[in-house]
């Protein structure tokens, strides 16, 4: 995903907590964590009506929620409910919370090897997702600053800025990395319940219904004693919790230990410390469960090794690979850090991080573009050309950050050119226009252009290398301020309208419809498509475009926000109706052509 996208993302779930009127909720939480209250009745919380609808419009678009689970349903079964149907299941569900099967899938690994997911039922994830929405800004409250995966607004871009500032900034060239055996399956049960409690979750009836959700039954392989399923939408939360603990642990051997005499700057109280104690010198860095552990020397990193190796044995119960962790010395050998490999090399008096692409992620990107060439030489459709120019981009979004991106790129395009030209020989040319992302994109390039069929084929050889940012820590889901960092604050429609419209569902239409409704509302920014005029919370029509007994849906695309008499106009088939509210209305001739493509859609004759 681009960072425009992921933006677009954060800003529209931002969005969807006001339709339900959630933020300020979620803000009180957020502000009462930070200041160590304990949270004990939260399953209230978790069942209002608001937050049972959030959660529906936050995993109806997930691209798992057309999966099936163990009872053979997806989103679309839920879809067809109304506003009271959803809530009074969630809340007869959870009155007495058994988890249905799930449904276990195997999906392969980078390393050849097969990675075991978990999917719960689509009901059961809805719960899951209700739960995750009233924990995560607790939790948020209390991680560390350097743990970066699956949390709000951060990124492997972020770990790896934050890792070429240690390695520049604060020279340190000694990497620790630690592999922990199959963590999903190994988390222990007991040993997370407790962390969190120890977070401020201390909701008995809360902790009750987690406790069940990660004994459910596995299909095929009986009720699990440990571990978290991966595919969970609760799980990336629970393995983020299940190593704060470790987080912070390594925080404190260094960088937020506590001492109790008073210095003027920050860098004496540095000195200080490694004159007069043995306290090892160490930087954690984590994505989920890849971590790494900086140090300055070489023995702060093989004690660092053992502490780690112990307290994640007596405190977590979990073992290590010692095949696969190690220690690095980053100025003689390169370090491999999520899809990057990365070394400390000279640069004038000094050393900084060079990273390229680690070297088996450059053949998979090229067997895998090679494997979708192949596919447009058998089948050179619109939507096989789709597929690889959103490969073509999405694999440049992800990896020029690396600060020799381009150099990867030519090598690898230079590759996937040599293919092309040989397969696409007799459907390649040099016919066509290039789209609005190209002429962006690609800007400045000189590459002869490609197309097939008339649509342009983006080139994997030109990207330009993007500097790895850092994380702000002022940007923040939960604080009026951190907001106003993630989007521009554009108050066109208002909260109050969002909870009017939630508190108020049309009766008889689905939650897709109800919901969808609440969406175009704010998409339009409360205007009528054809009059472009203001509408009133409690005046406006959401039309069906095409109709449902012609065909037509509840999905957002099928449905648009009109004025009252704008959808008369559409639906009227007498003529003197048709004469009366043209001449209430007095439409422009543009007014009147959008009018018309909507009379055609519903089977009505143009005006």
Not at 106 to 126: E, F, S, V, Y
Not at 422 to 440: F, L
Request: with cysteine; net charge positive.
């Amino acid at each position: 995903m681009s960072p425009t996208m992921a933006t677009a993302t954060k800003n529209a779930k931002l969005r969807h907590n006001e339709y339900y009127s959630q933020q300020s909720t979620f803000d009180e939480l957020y502000k009462q964590s930070l200041k160590g209250v304990n949270f004990e009745k939260l399953y209230e919380k978790i069942i209002d009506e608001n937050n049972i609808l959030l959660a529906y419009r936050n995993i109806k678009t997930n691209t798992g929620s057309t999966t099936k689970g163990t009872d053979d349903k997806t989103i679309n079964d839920i879809a067809i409910m109304t506003n009271e149907q959803v809530v009074a299941m969630v809340r007869r569900r959870l009155g007495k919370y058994e988890p249905q099967s799930v449904r276990r899938v195997d999906i392969p690994k980078p390393n050849g090897k097969l990675r075991p997911l978990g999917i719960p039922t689509i009901t059961d994830r809805l719960i899951q997702q209700c739960i995750l929405q009233v924990l995560e800004p607790i939790c948020e409250a209390k991680f560390h600053n350097h743990s970066f995966g699956f949390r709000p607004n951060r990124s492997t871009e972020h770990a790896k800025a934050t890792m070429h500032k240690m390695i520049n900034i604060q020279k340190l060239h000694f990497v620790v990395d630690i592999d922990i055996k199959g963590f999903f399956d190994n988390v222990d049960h007991g040993k997370l319940i407790k962390q969190i409690w120890t977070m401020g979750i201390q909701d008995k009836r809360l902790l009750c219904i987690i406790s069940a959700m990660l004994k459910a039954e596995i299909e095929g392989i009986g009720i699990p004693n440990k571990g978290t399923p991966q595919g969970g939408i609760l799980s990336p939360l629970l393995s983020n919790i299940a190593l704060n603990e470790l987080d912070w642990w390594i925080s404190n051997q260094w960088e937020s230990f506590e001492t109790t005499h008073t210095y003027t700057k920050n860098d004496n109280k540095i000195r200080a410390i490694r004159e007069t104690s043995k306290l090892k010198e160490c930087f954690i860095i984590r994505y989920c469960d890849d971590f790494k552990i900086m140090c300055r020397t070489r023995d702060e990193a093989e004690r660092i090794f053992i502490a780690v190796r112990m307290w994640l044995k007596e405190r977590l119960h979990l073992e290590i690979s010692p095949g696969k962790s190690k220690i690095t010395n980053l100025r003689k050998k390169t370090s491999e850090f999520l899809g990057f490999s990365i070394k400390a090399v000279v640069k004038g008096e000094k050393r900084v991080a060079n990273s390229k692409i680690k070297a088996d992620a450059v053949i998979k990107i090229m067997a895998k573009g090679k494997e979708l060439i192949k596919r447009i030489q058998k089948h050179p459709t619109q939507n096989n050309i789709g597929i690889y120019n959103s490969y073509v981009l999405g694999t440049q979004n992800y990896y020029r950050i690396a600060t020799h991106s381009n150099l990867d790129f030519k090598q690898i395009g230079y590759y996937l050119d040599y293919v092309a030209g040989i397969r696409w020989r007799t459907i390649a040319n040099n016919k066509g226009s290039p789209d609005k992302v190209y002429s962006e994109k690609y800007k400045g390039y000189d590459k002869k252009k490609l197309y097939i069929n008339g649509r342009i084929i983006y080139p994997m050889s030109c990207c330009k290398t993007k500097k790895a940012m850092n994380f702000s820590q002022k940007v923040n889901n939960y604080t009026t301020e951190g907001r106003e960092l993630i989007h521009k604050k554009i108050e066109k429609v208002s909260e109050n309208e969002f909870l009017f419209l939630a508190k108020h569902p049309i009766e008889k239409q689905s939650i897709e419809y109800n919901d969808n409704r609440i969406s175009l509302f704010s998409a339009q920014c409360a205007r009528c498509r054809v009059l472009g005029t203001r509408l009133n919370v409690n005046g406006f029509c959401c039309h069906h475009i095409t109709l449902i007994h012609n065909g037509g849906n509840d999905k957002y695309q099928n449905l648009v926000i009109l004025h009252p008499d704008i959808d008369r106009l559409i639906h009227a088939t007498e003529s003197d109706t048709v004469h009366q509210l043209l001449a209430k209305l007095n439409l422009s001739i543009e007014q009147i052509e959008k009018v018309n493509q909507f009379r055609l859609k519903v089977g009505n004759n143009v005006m």
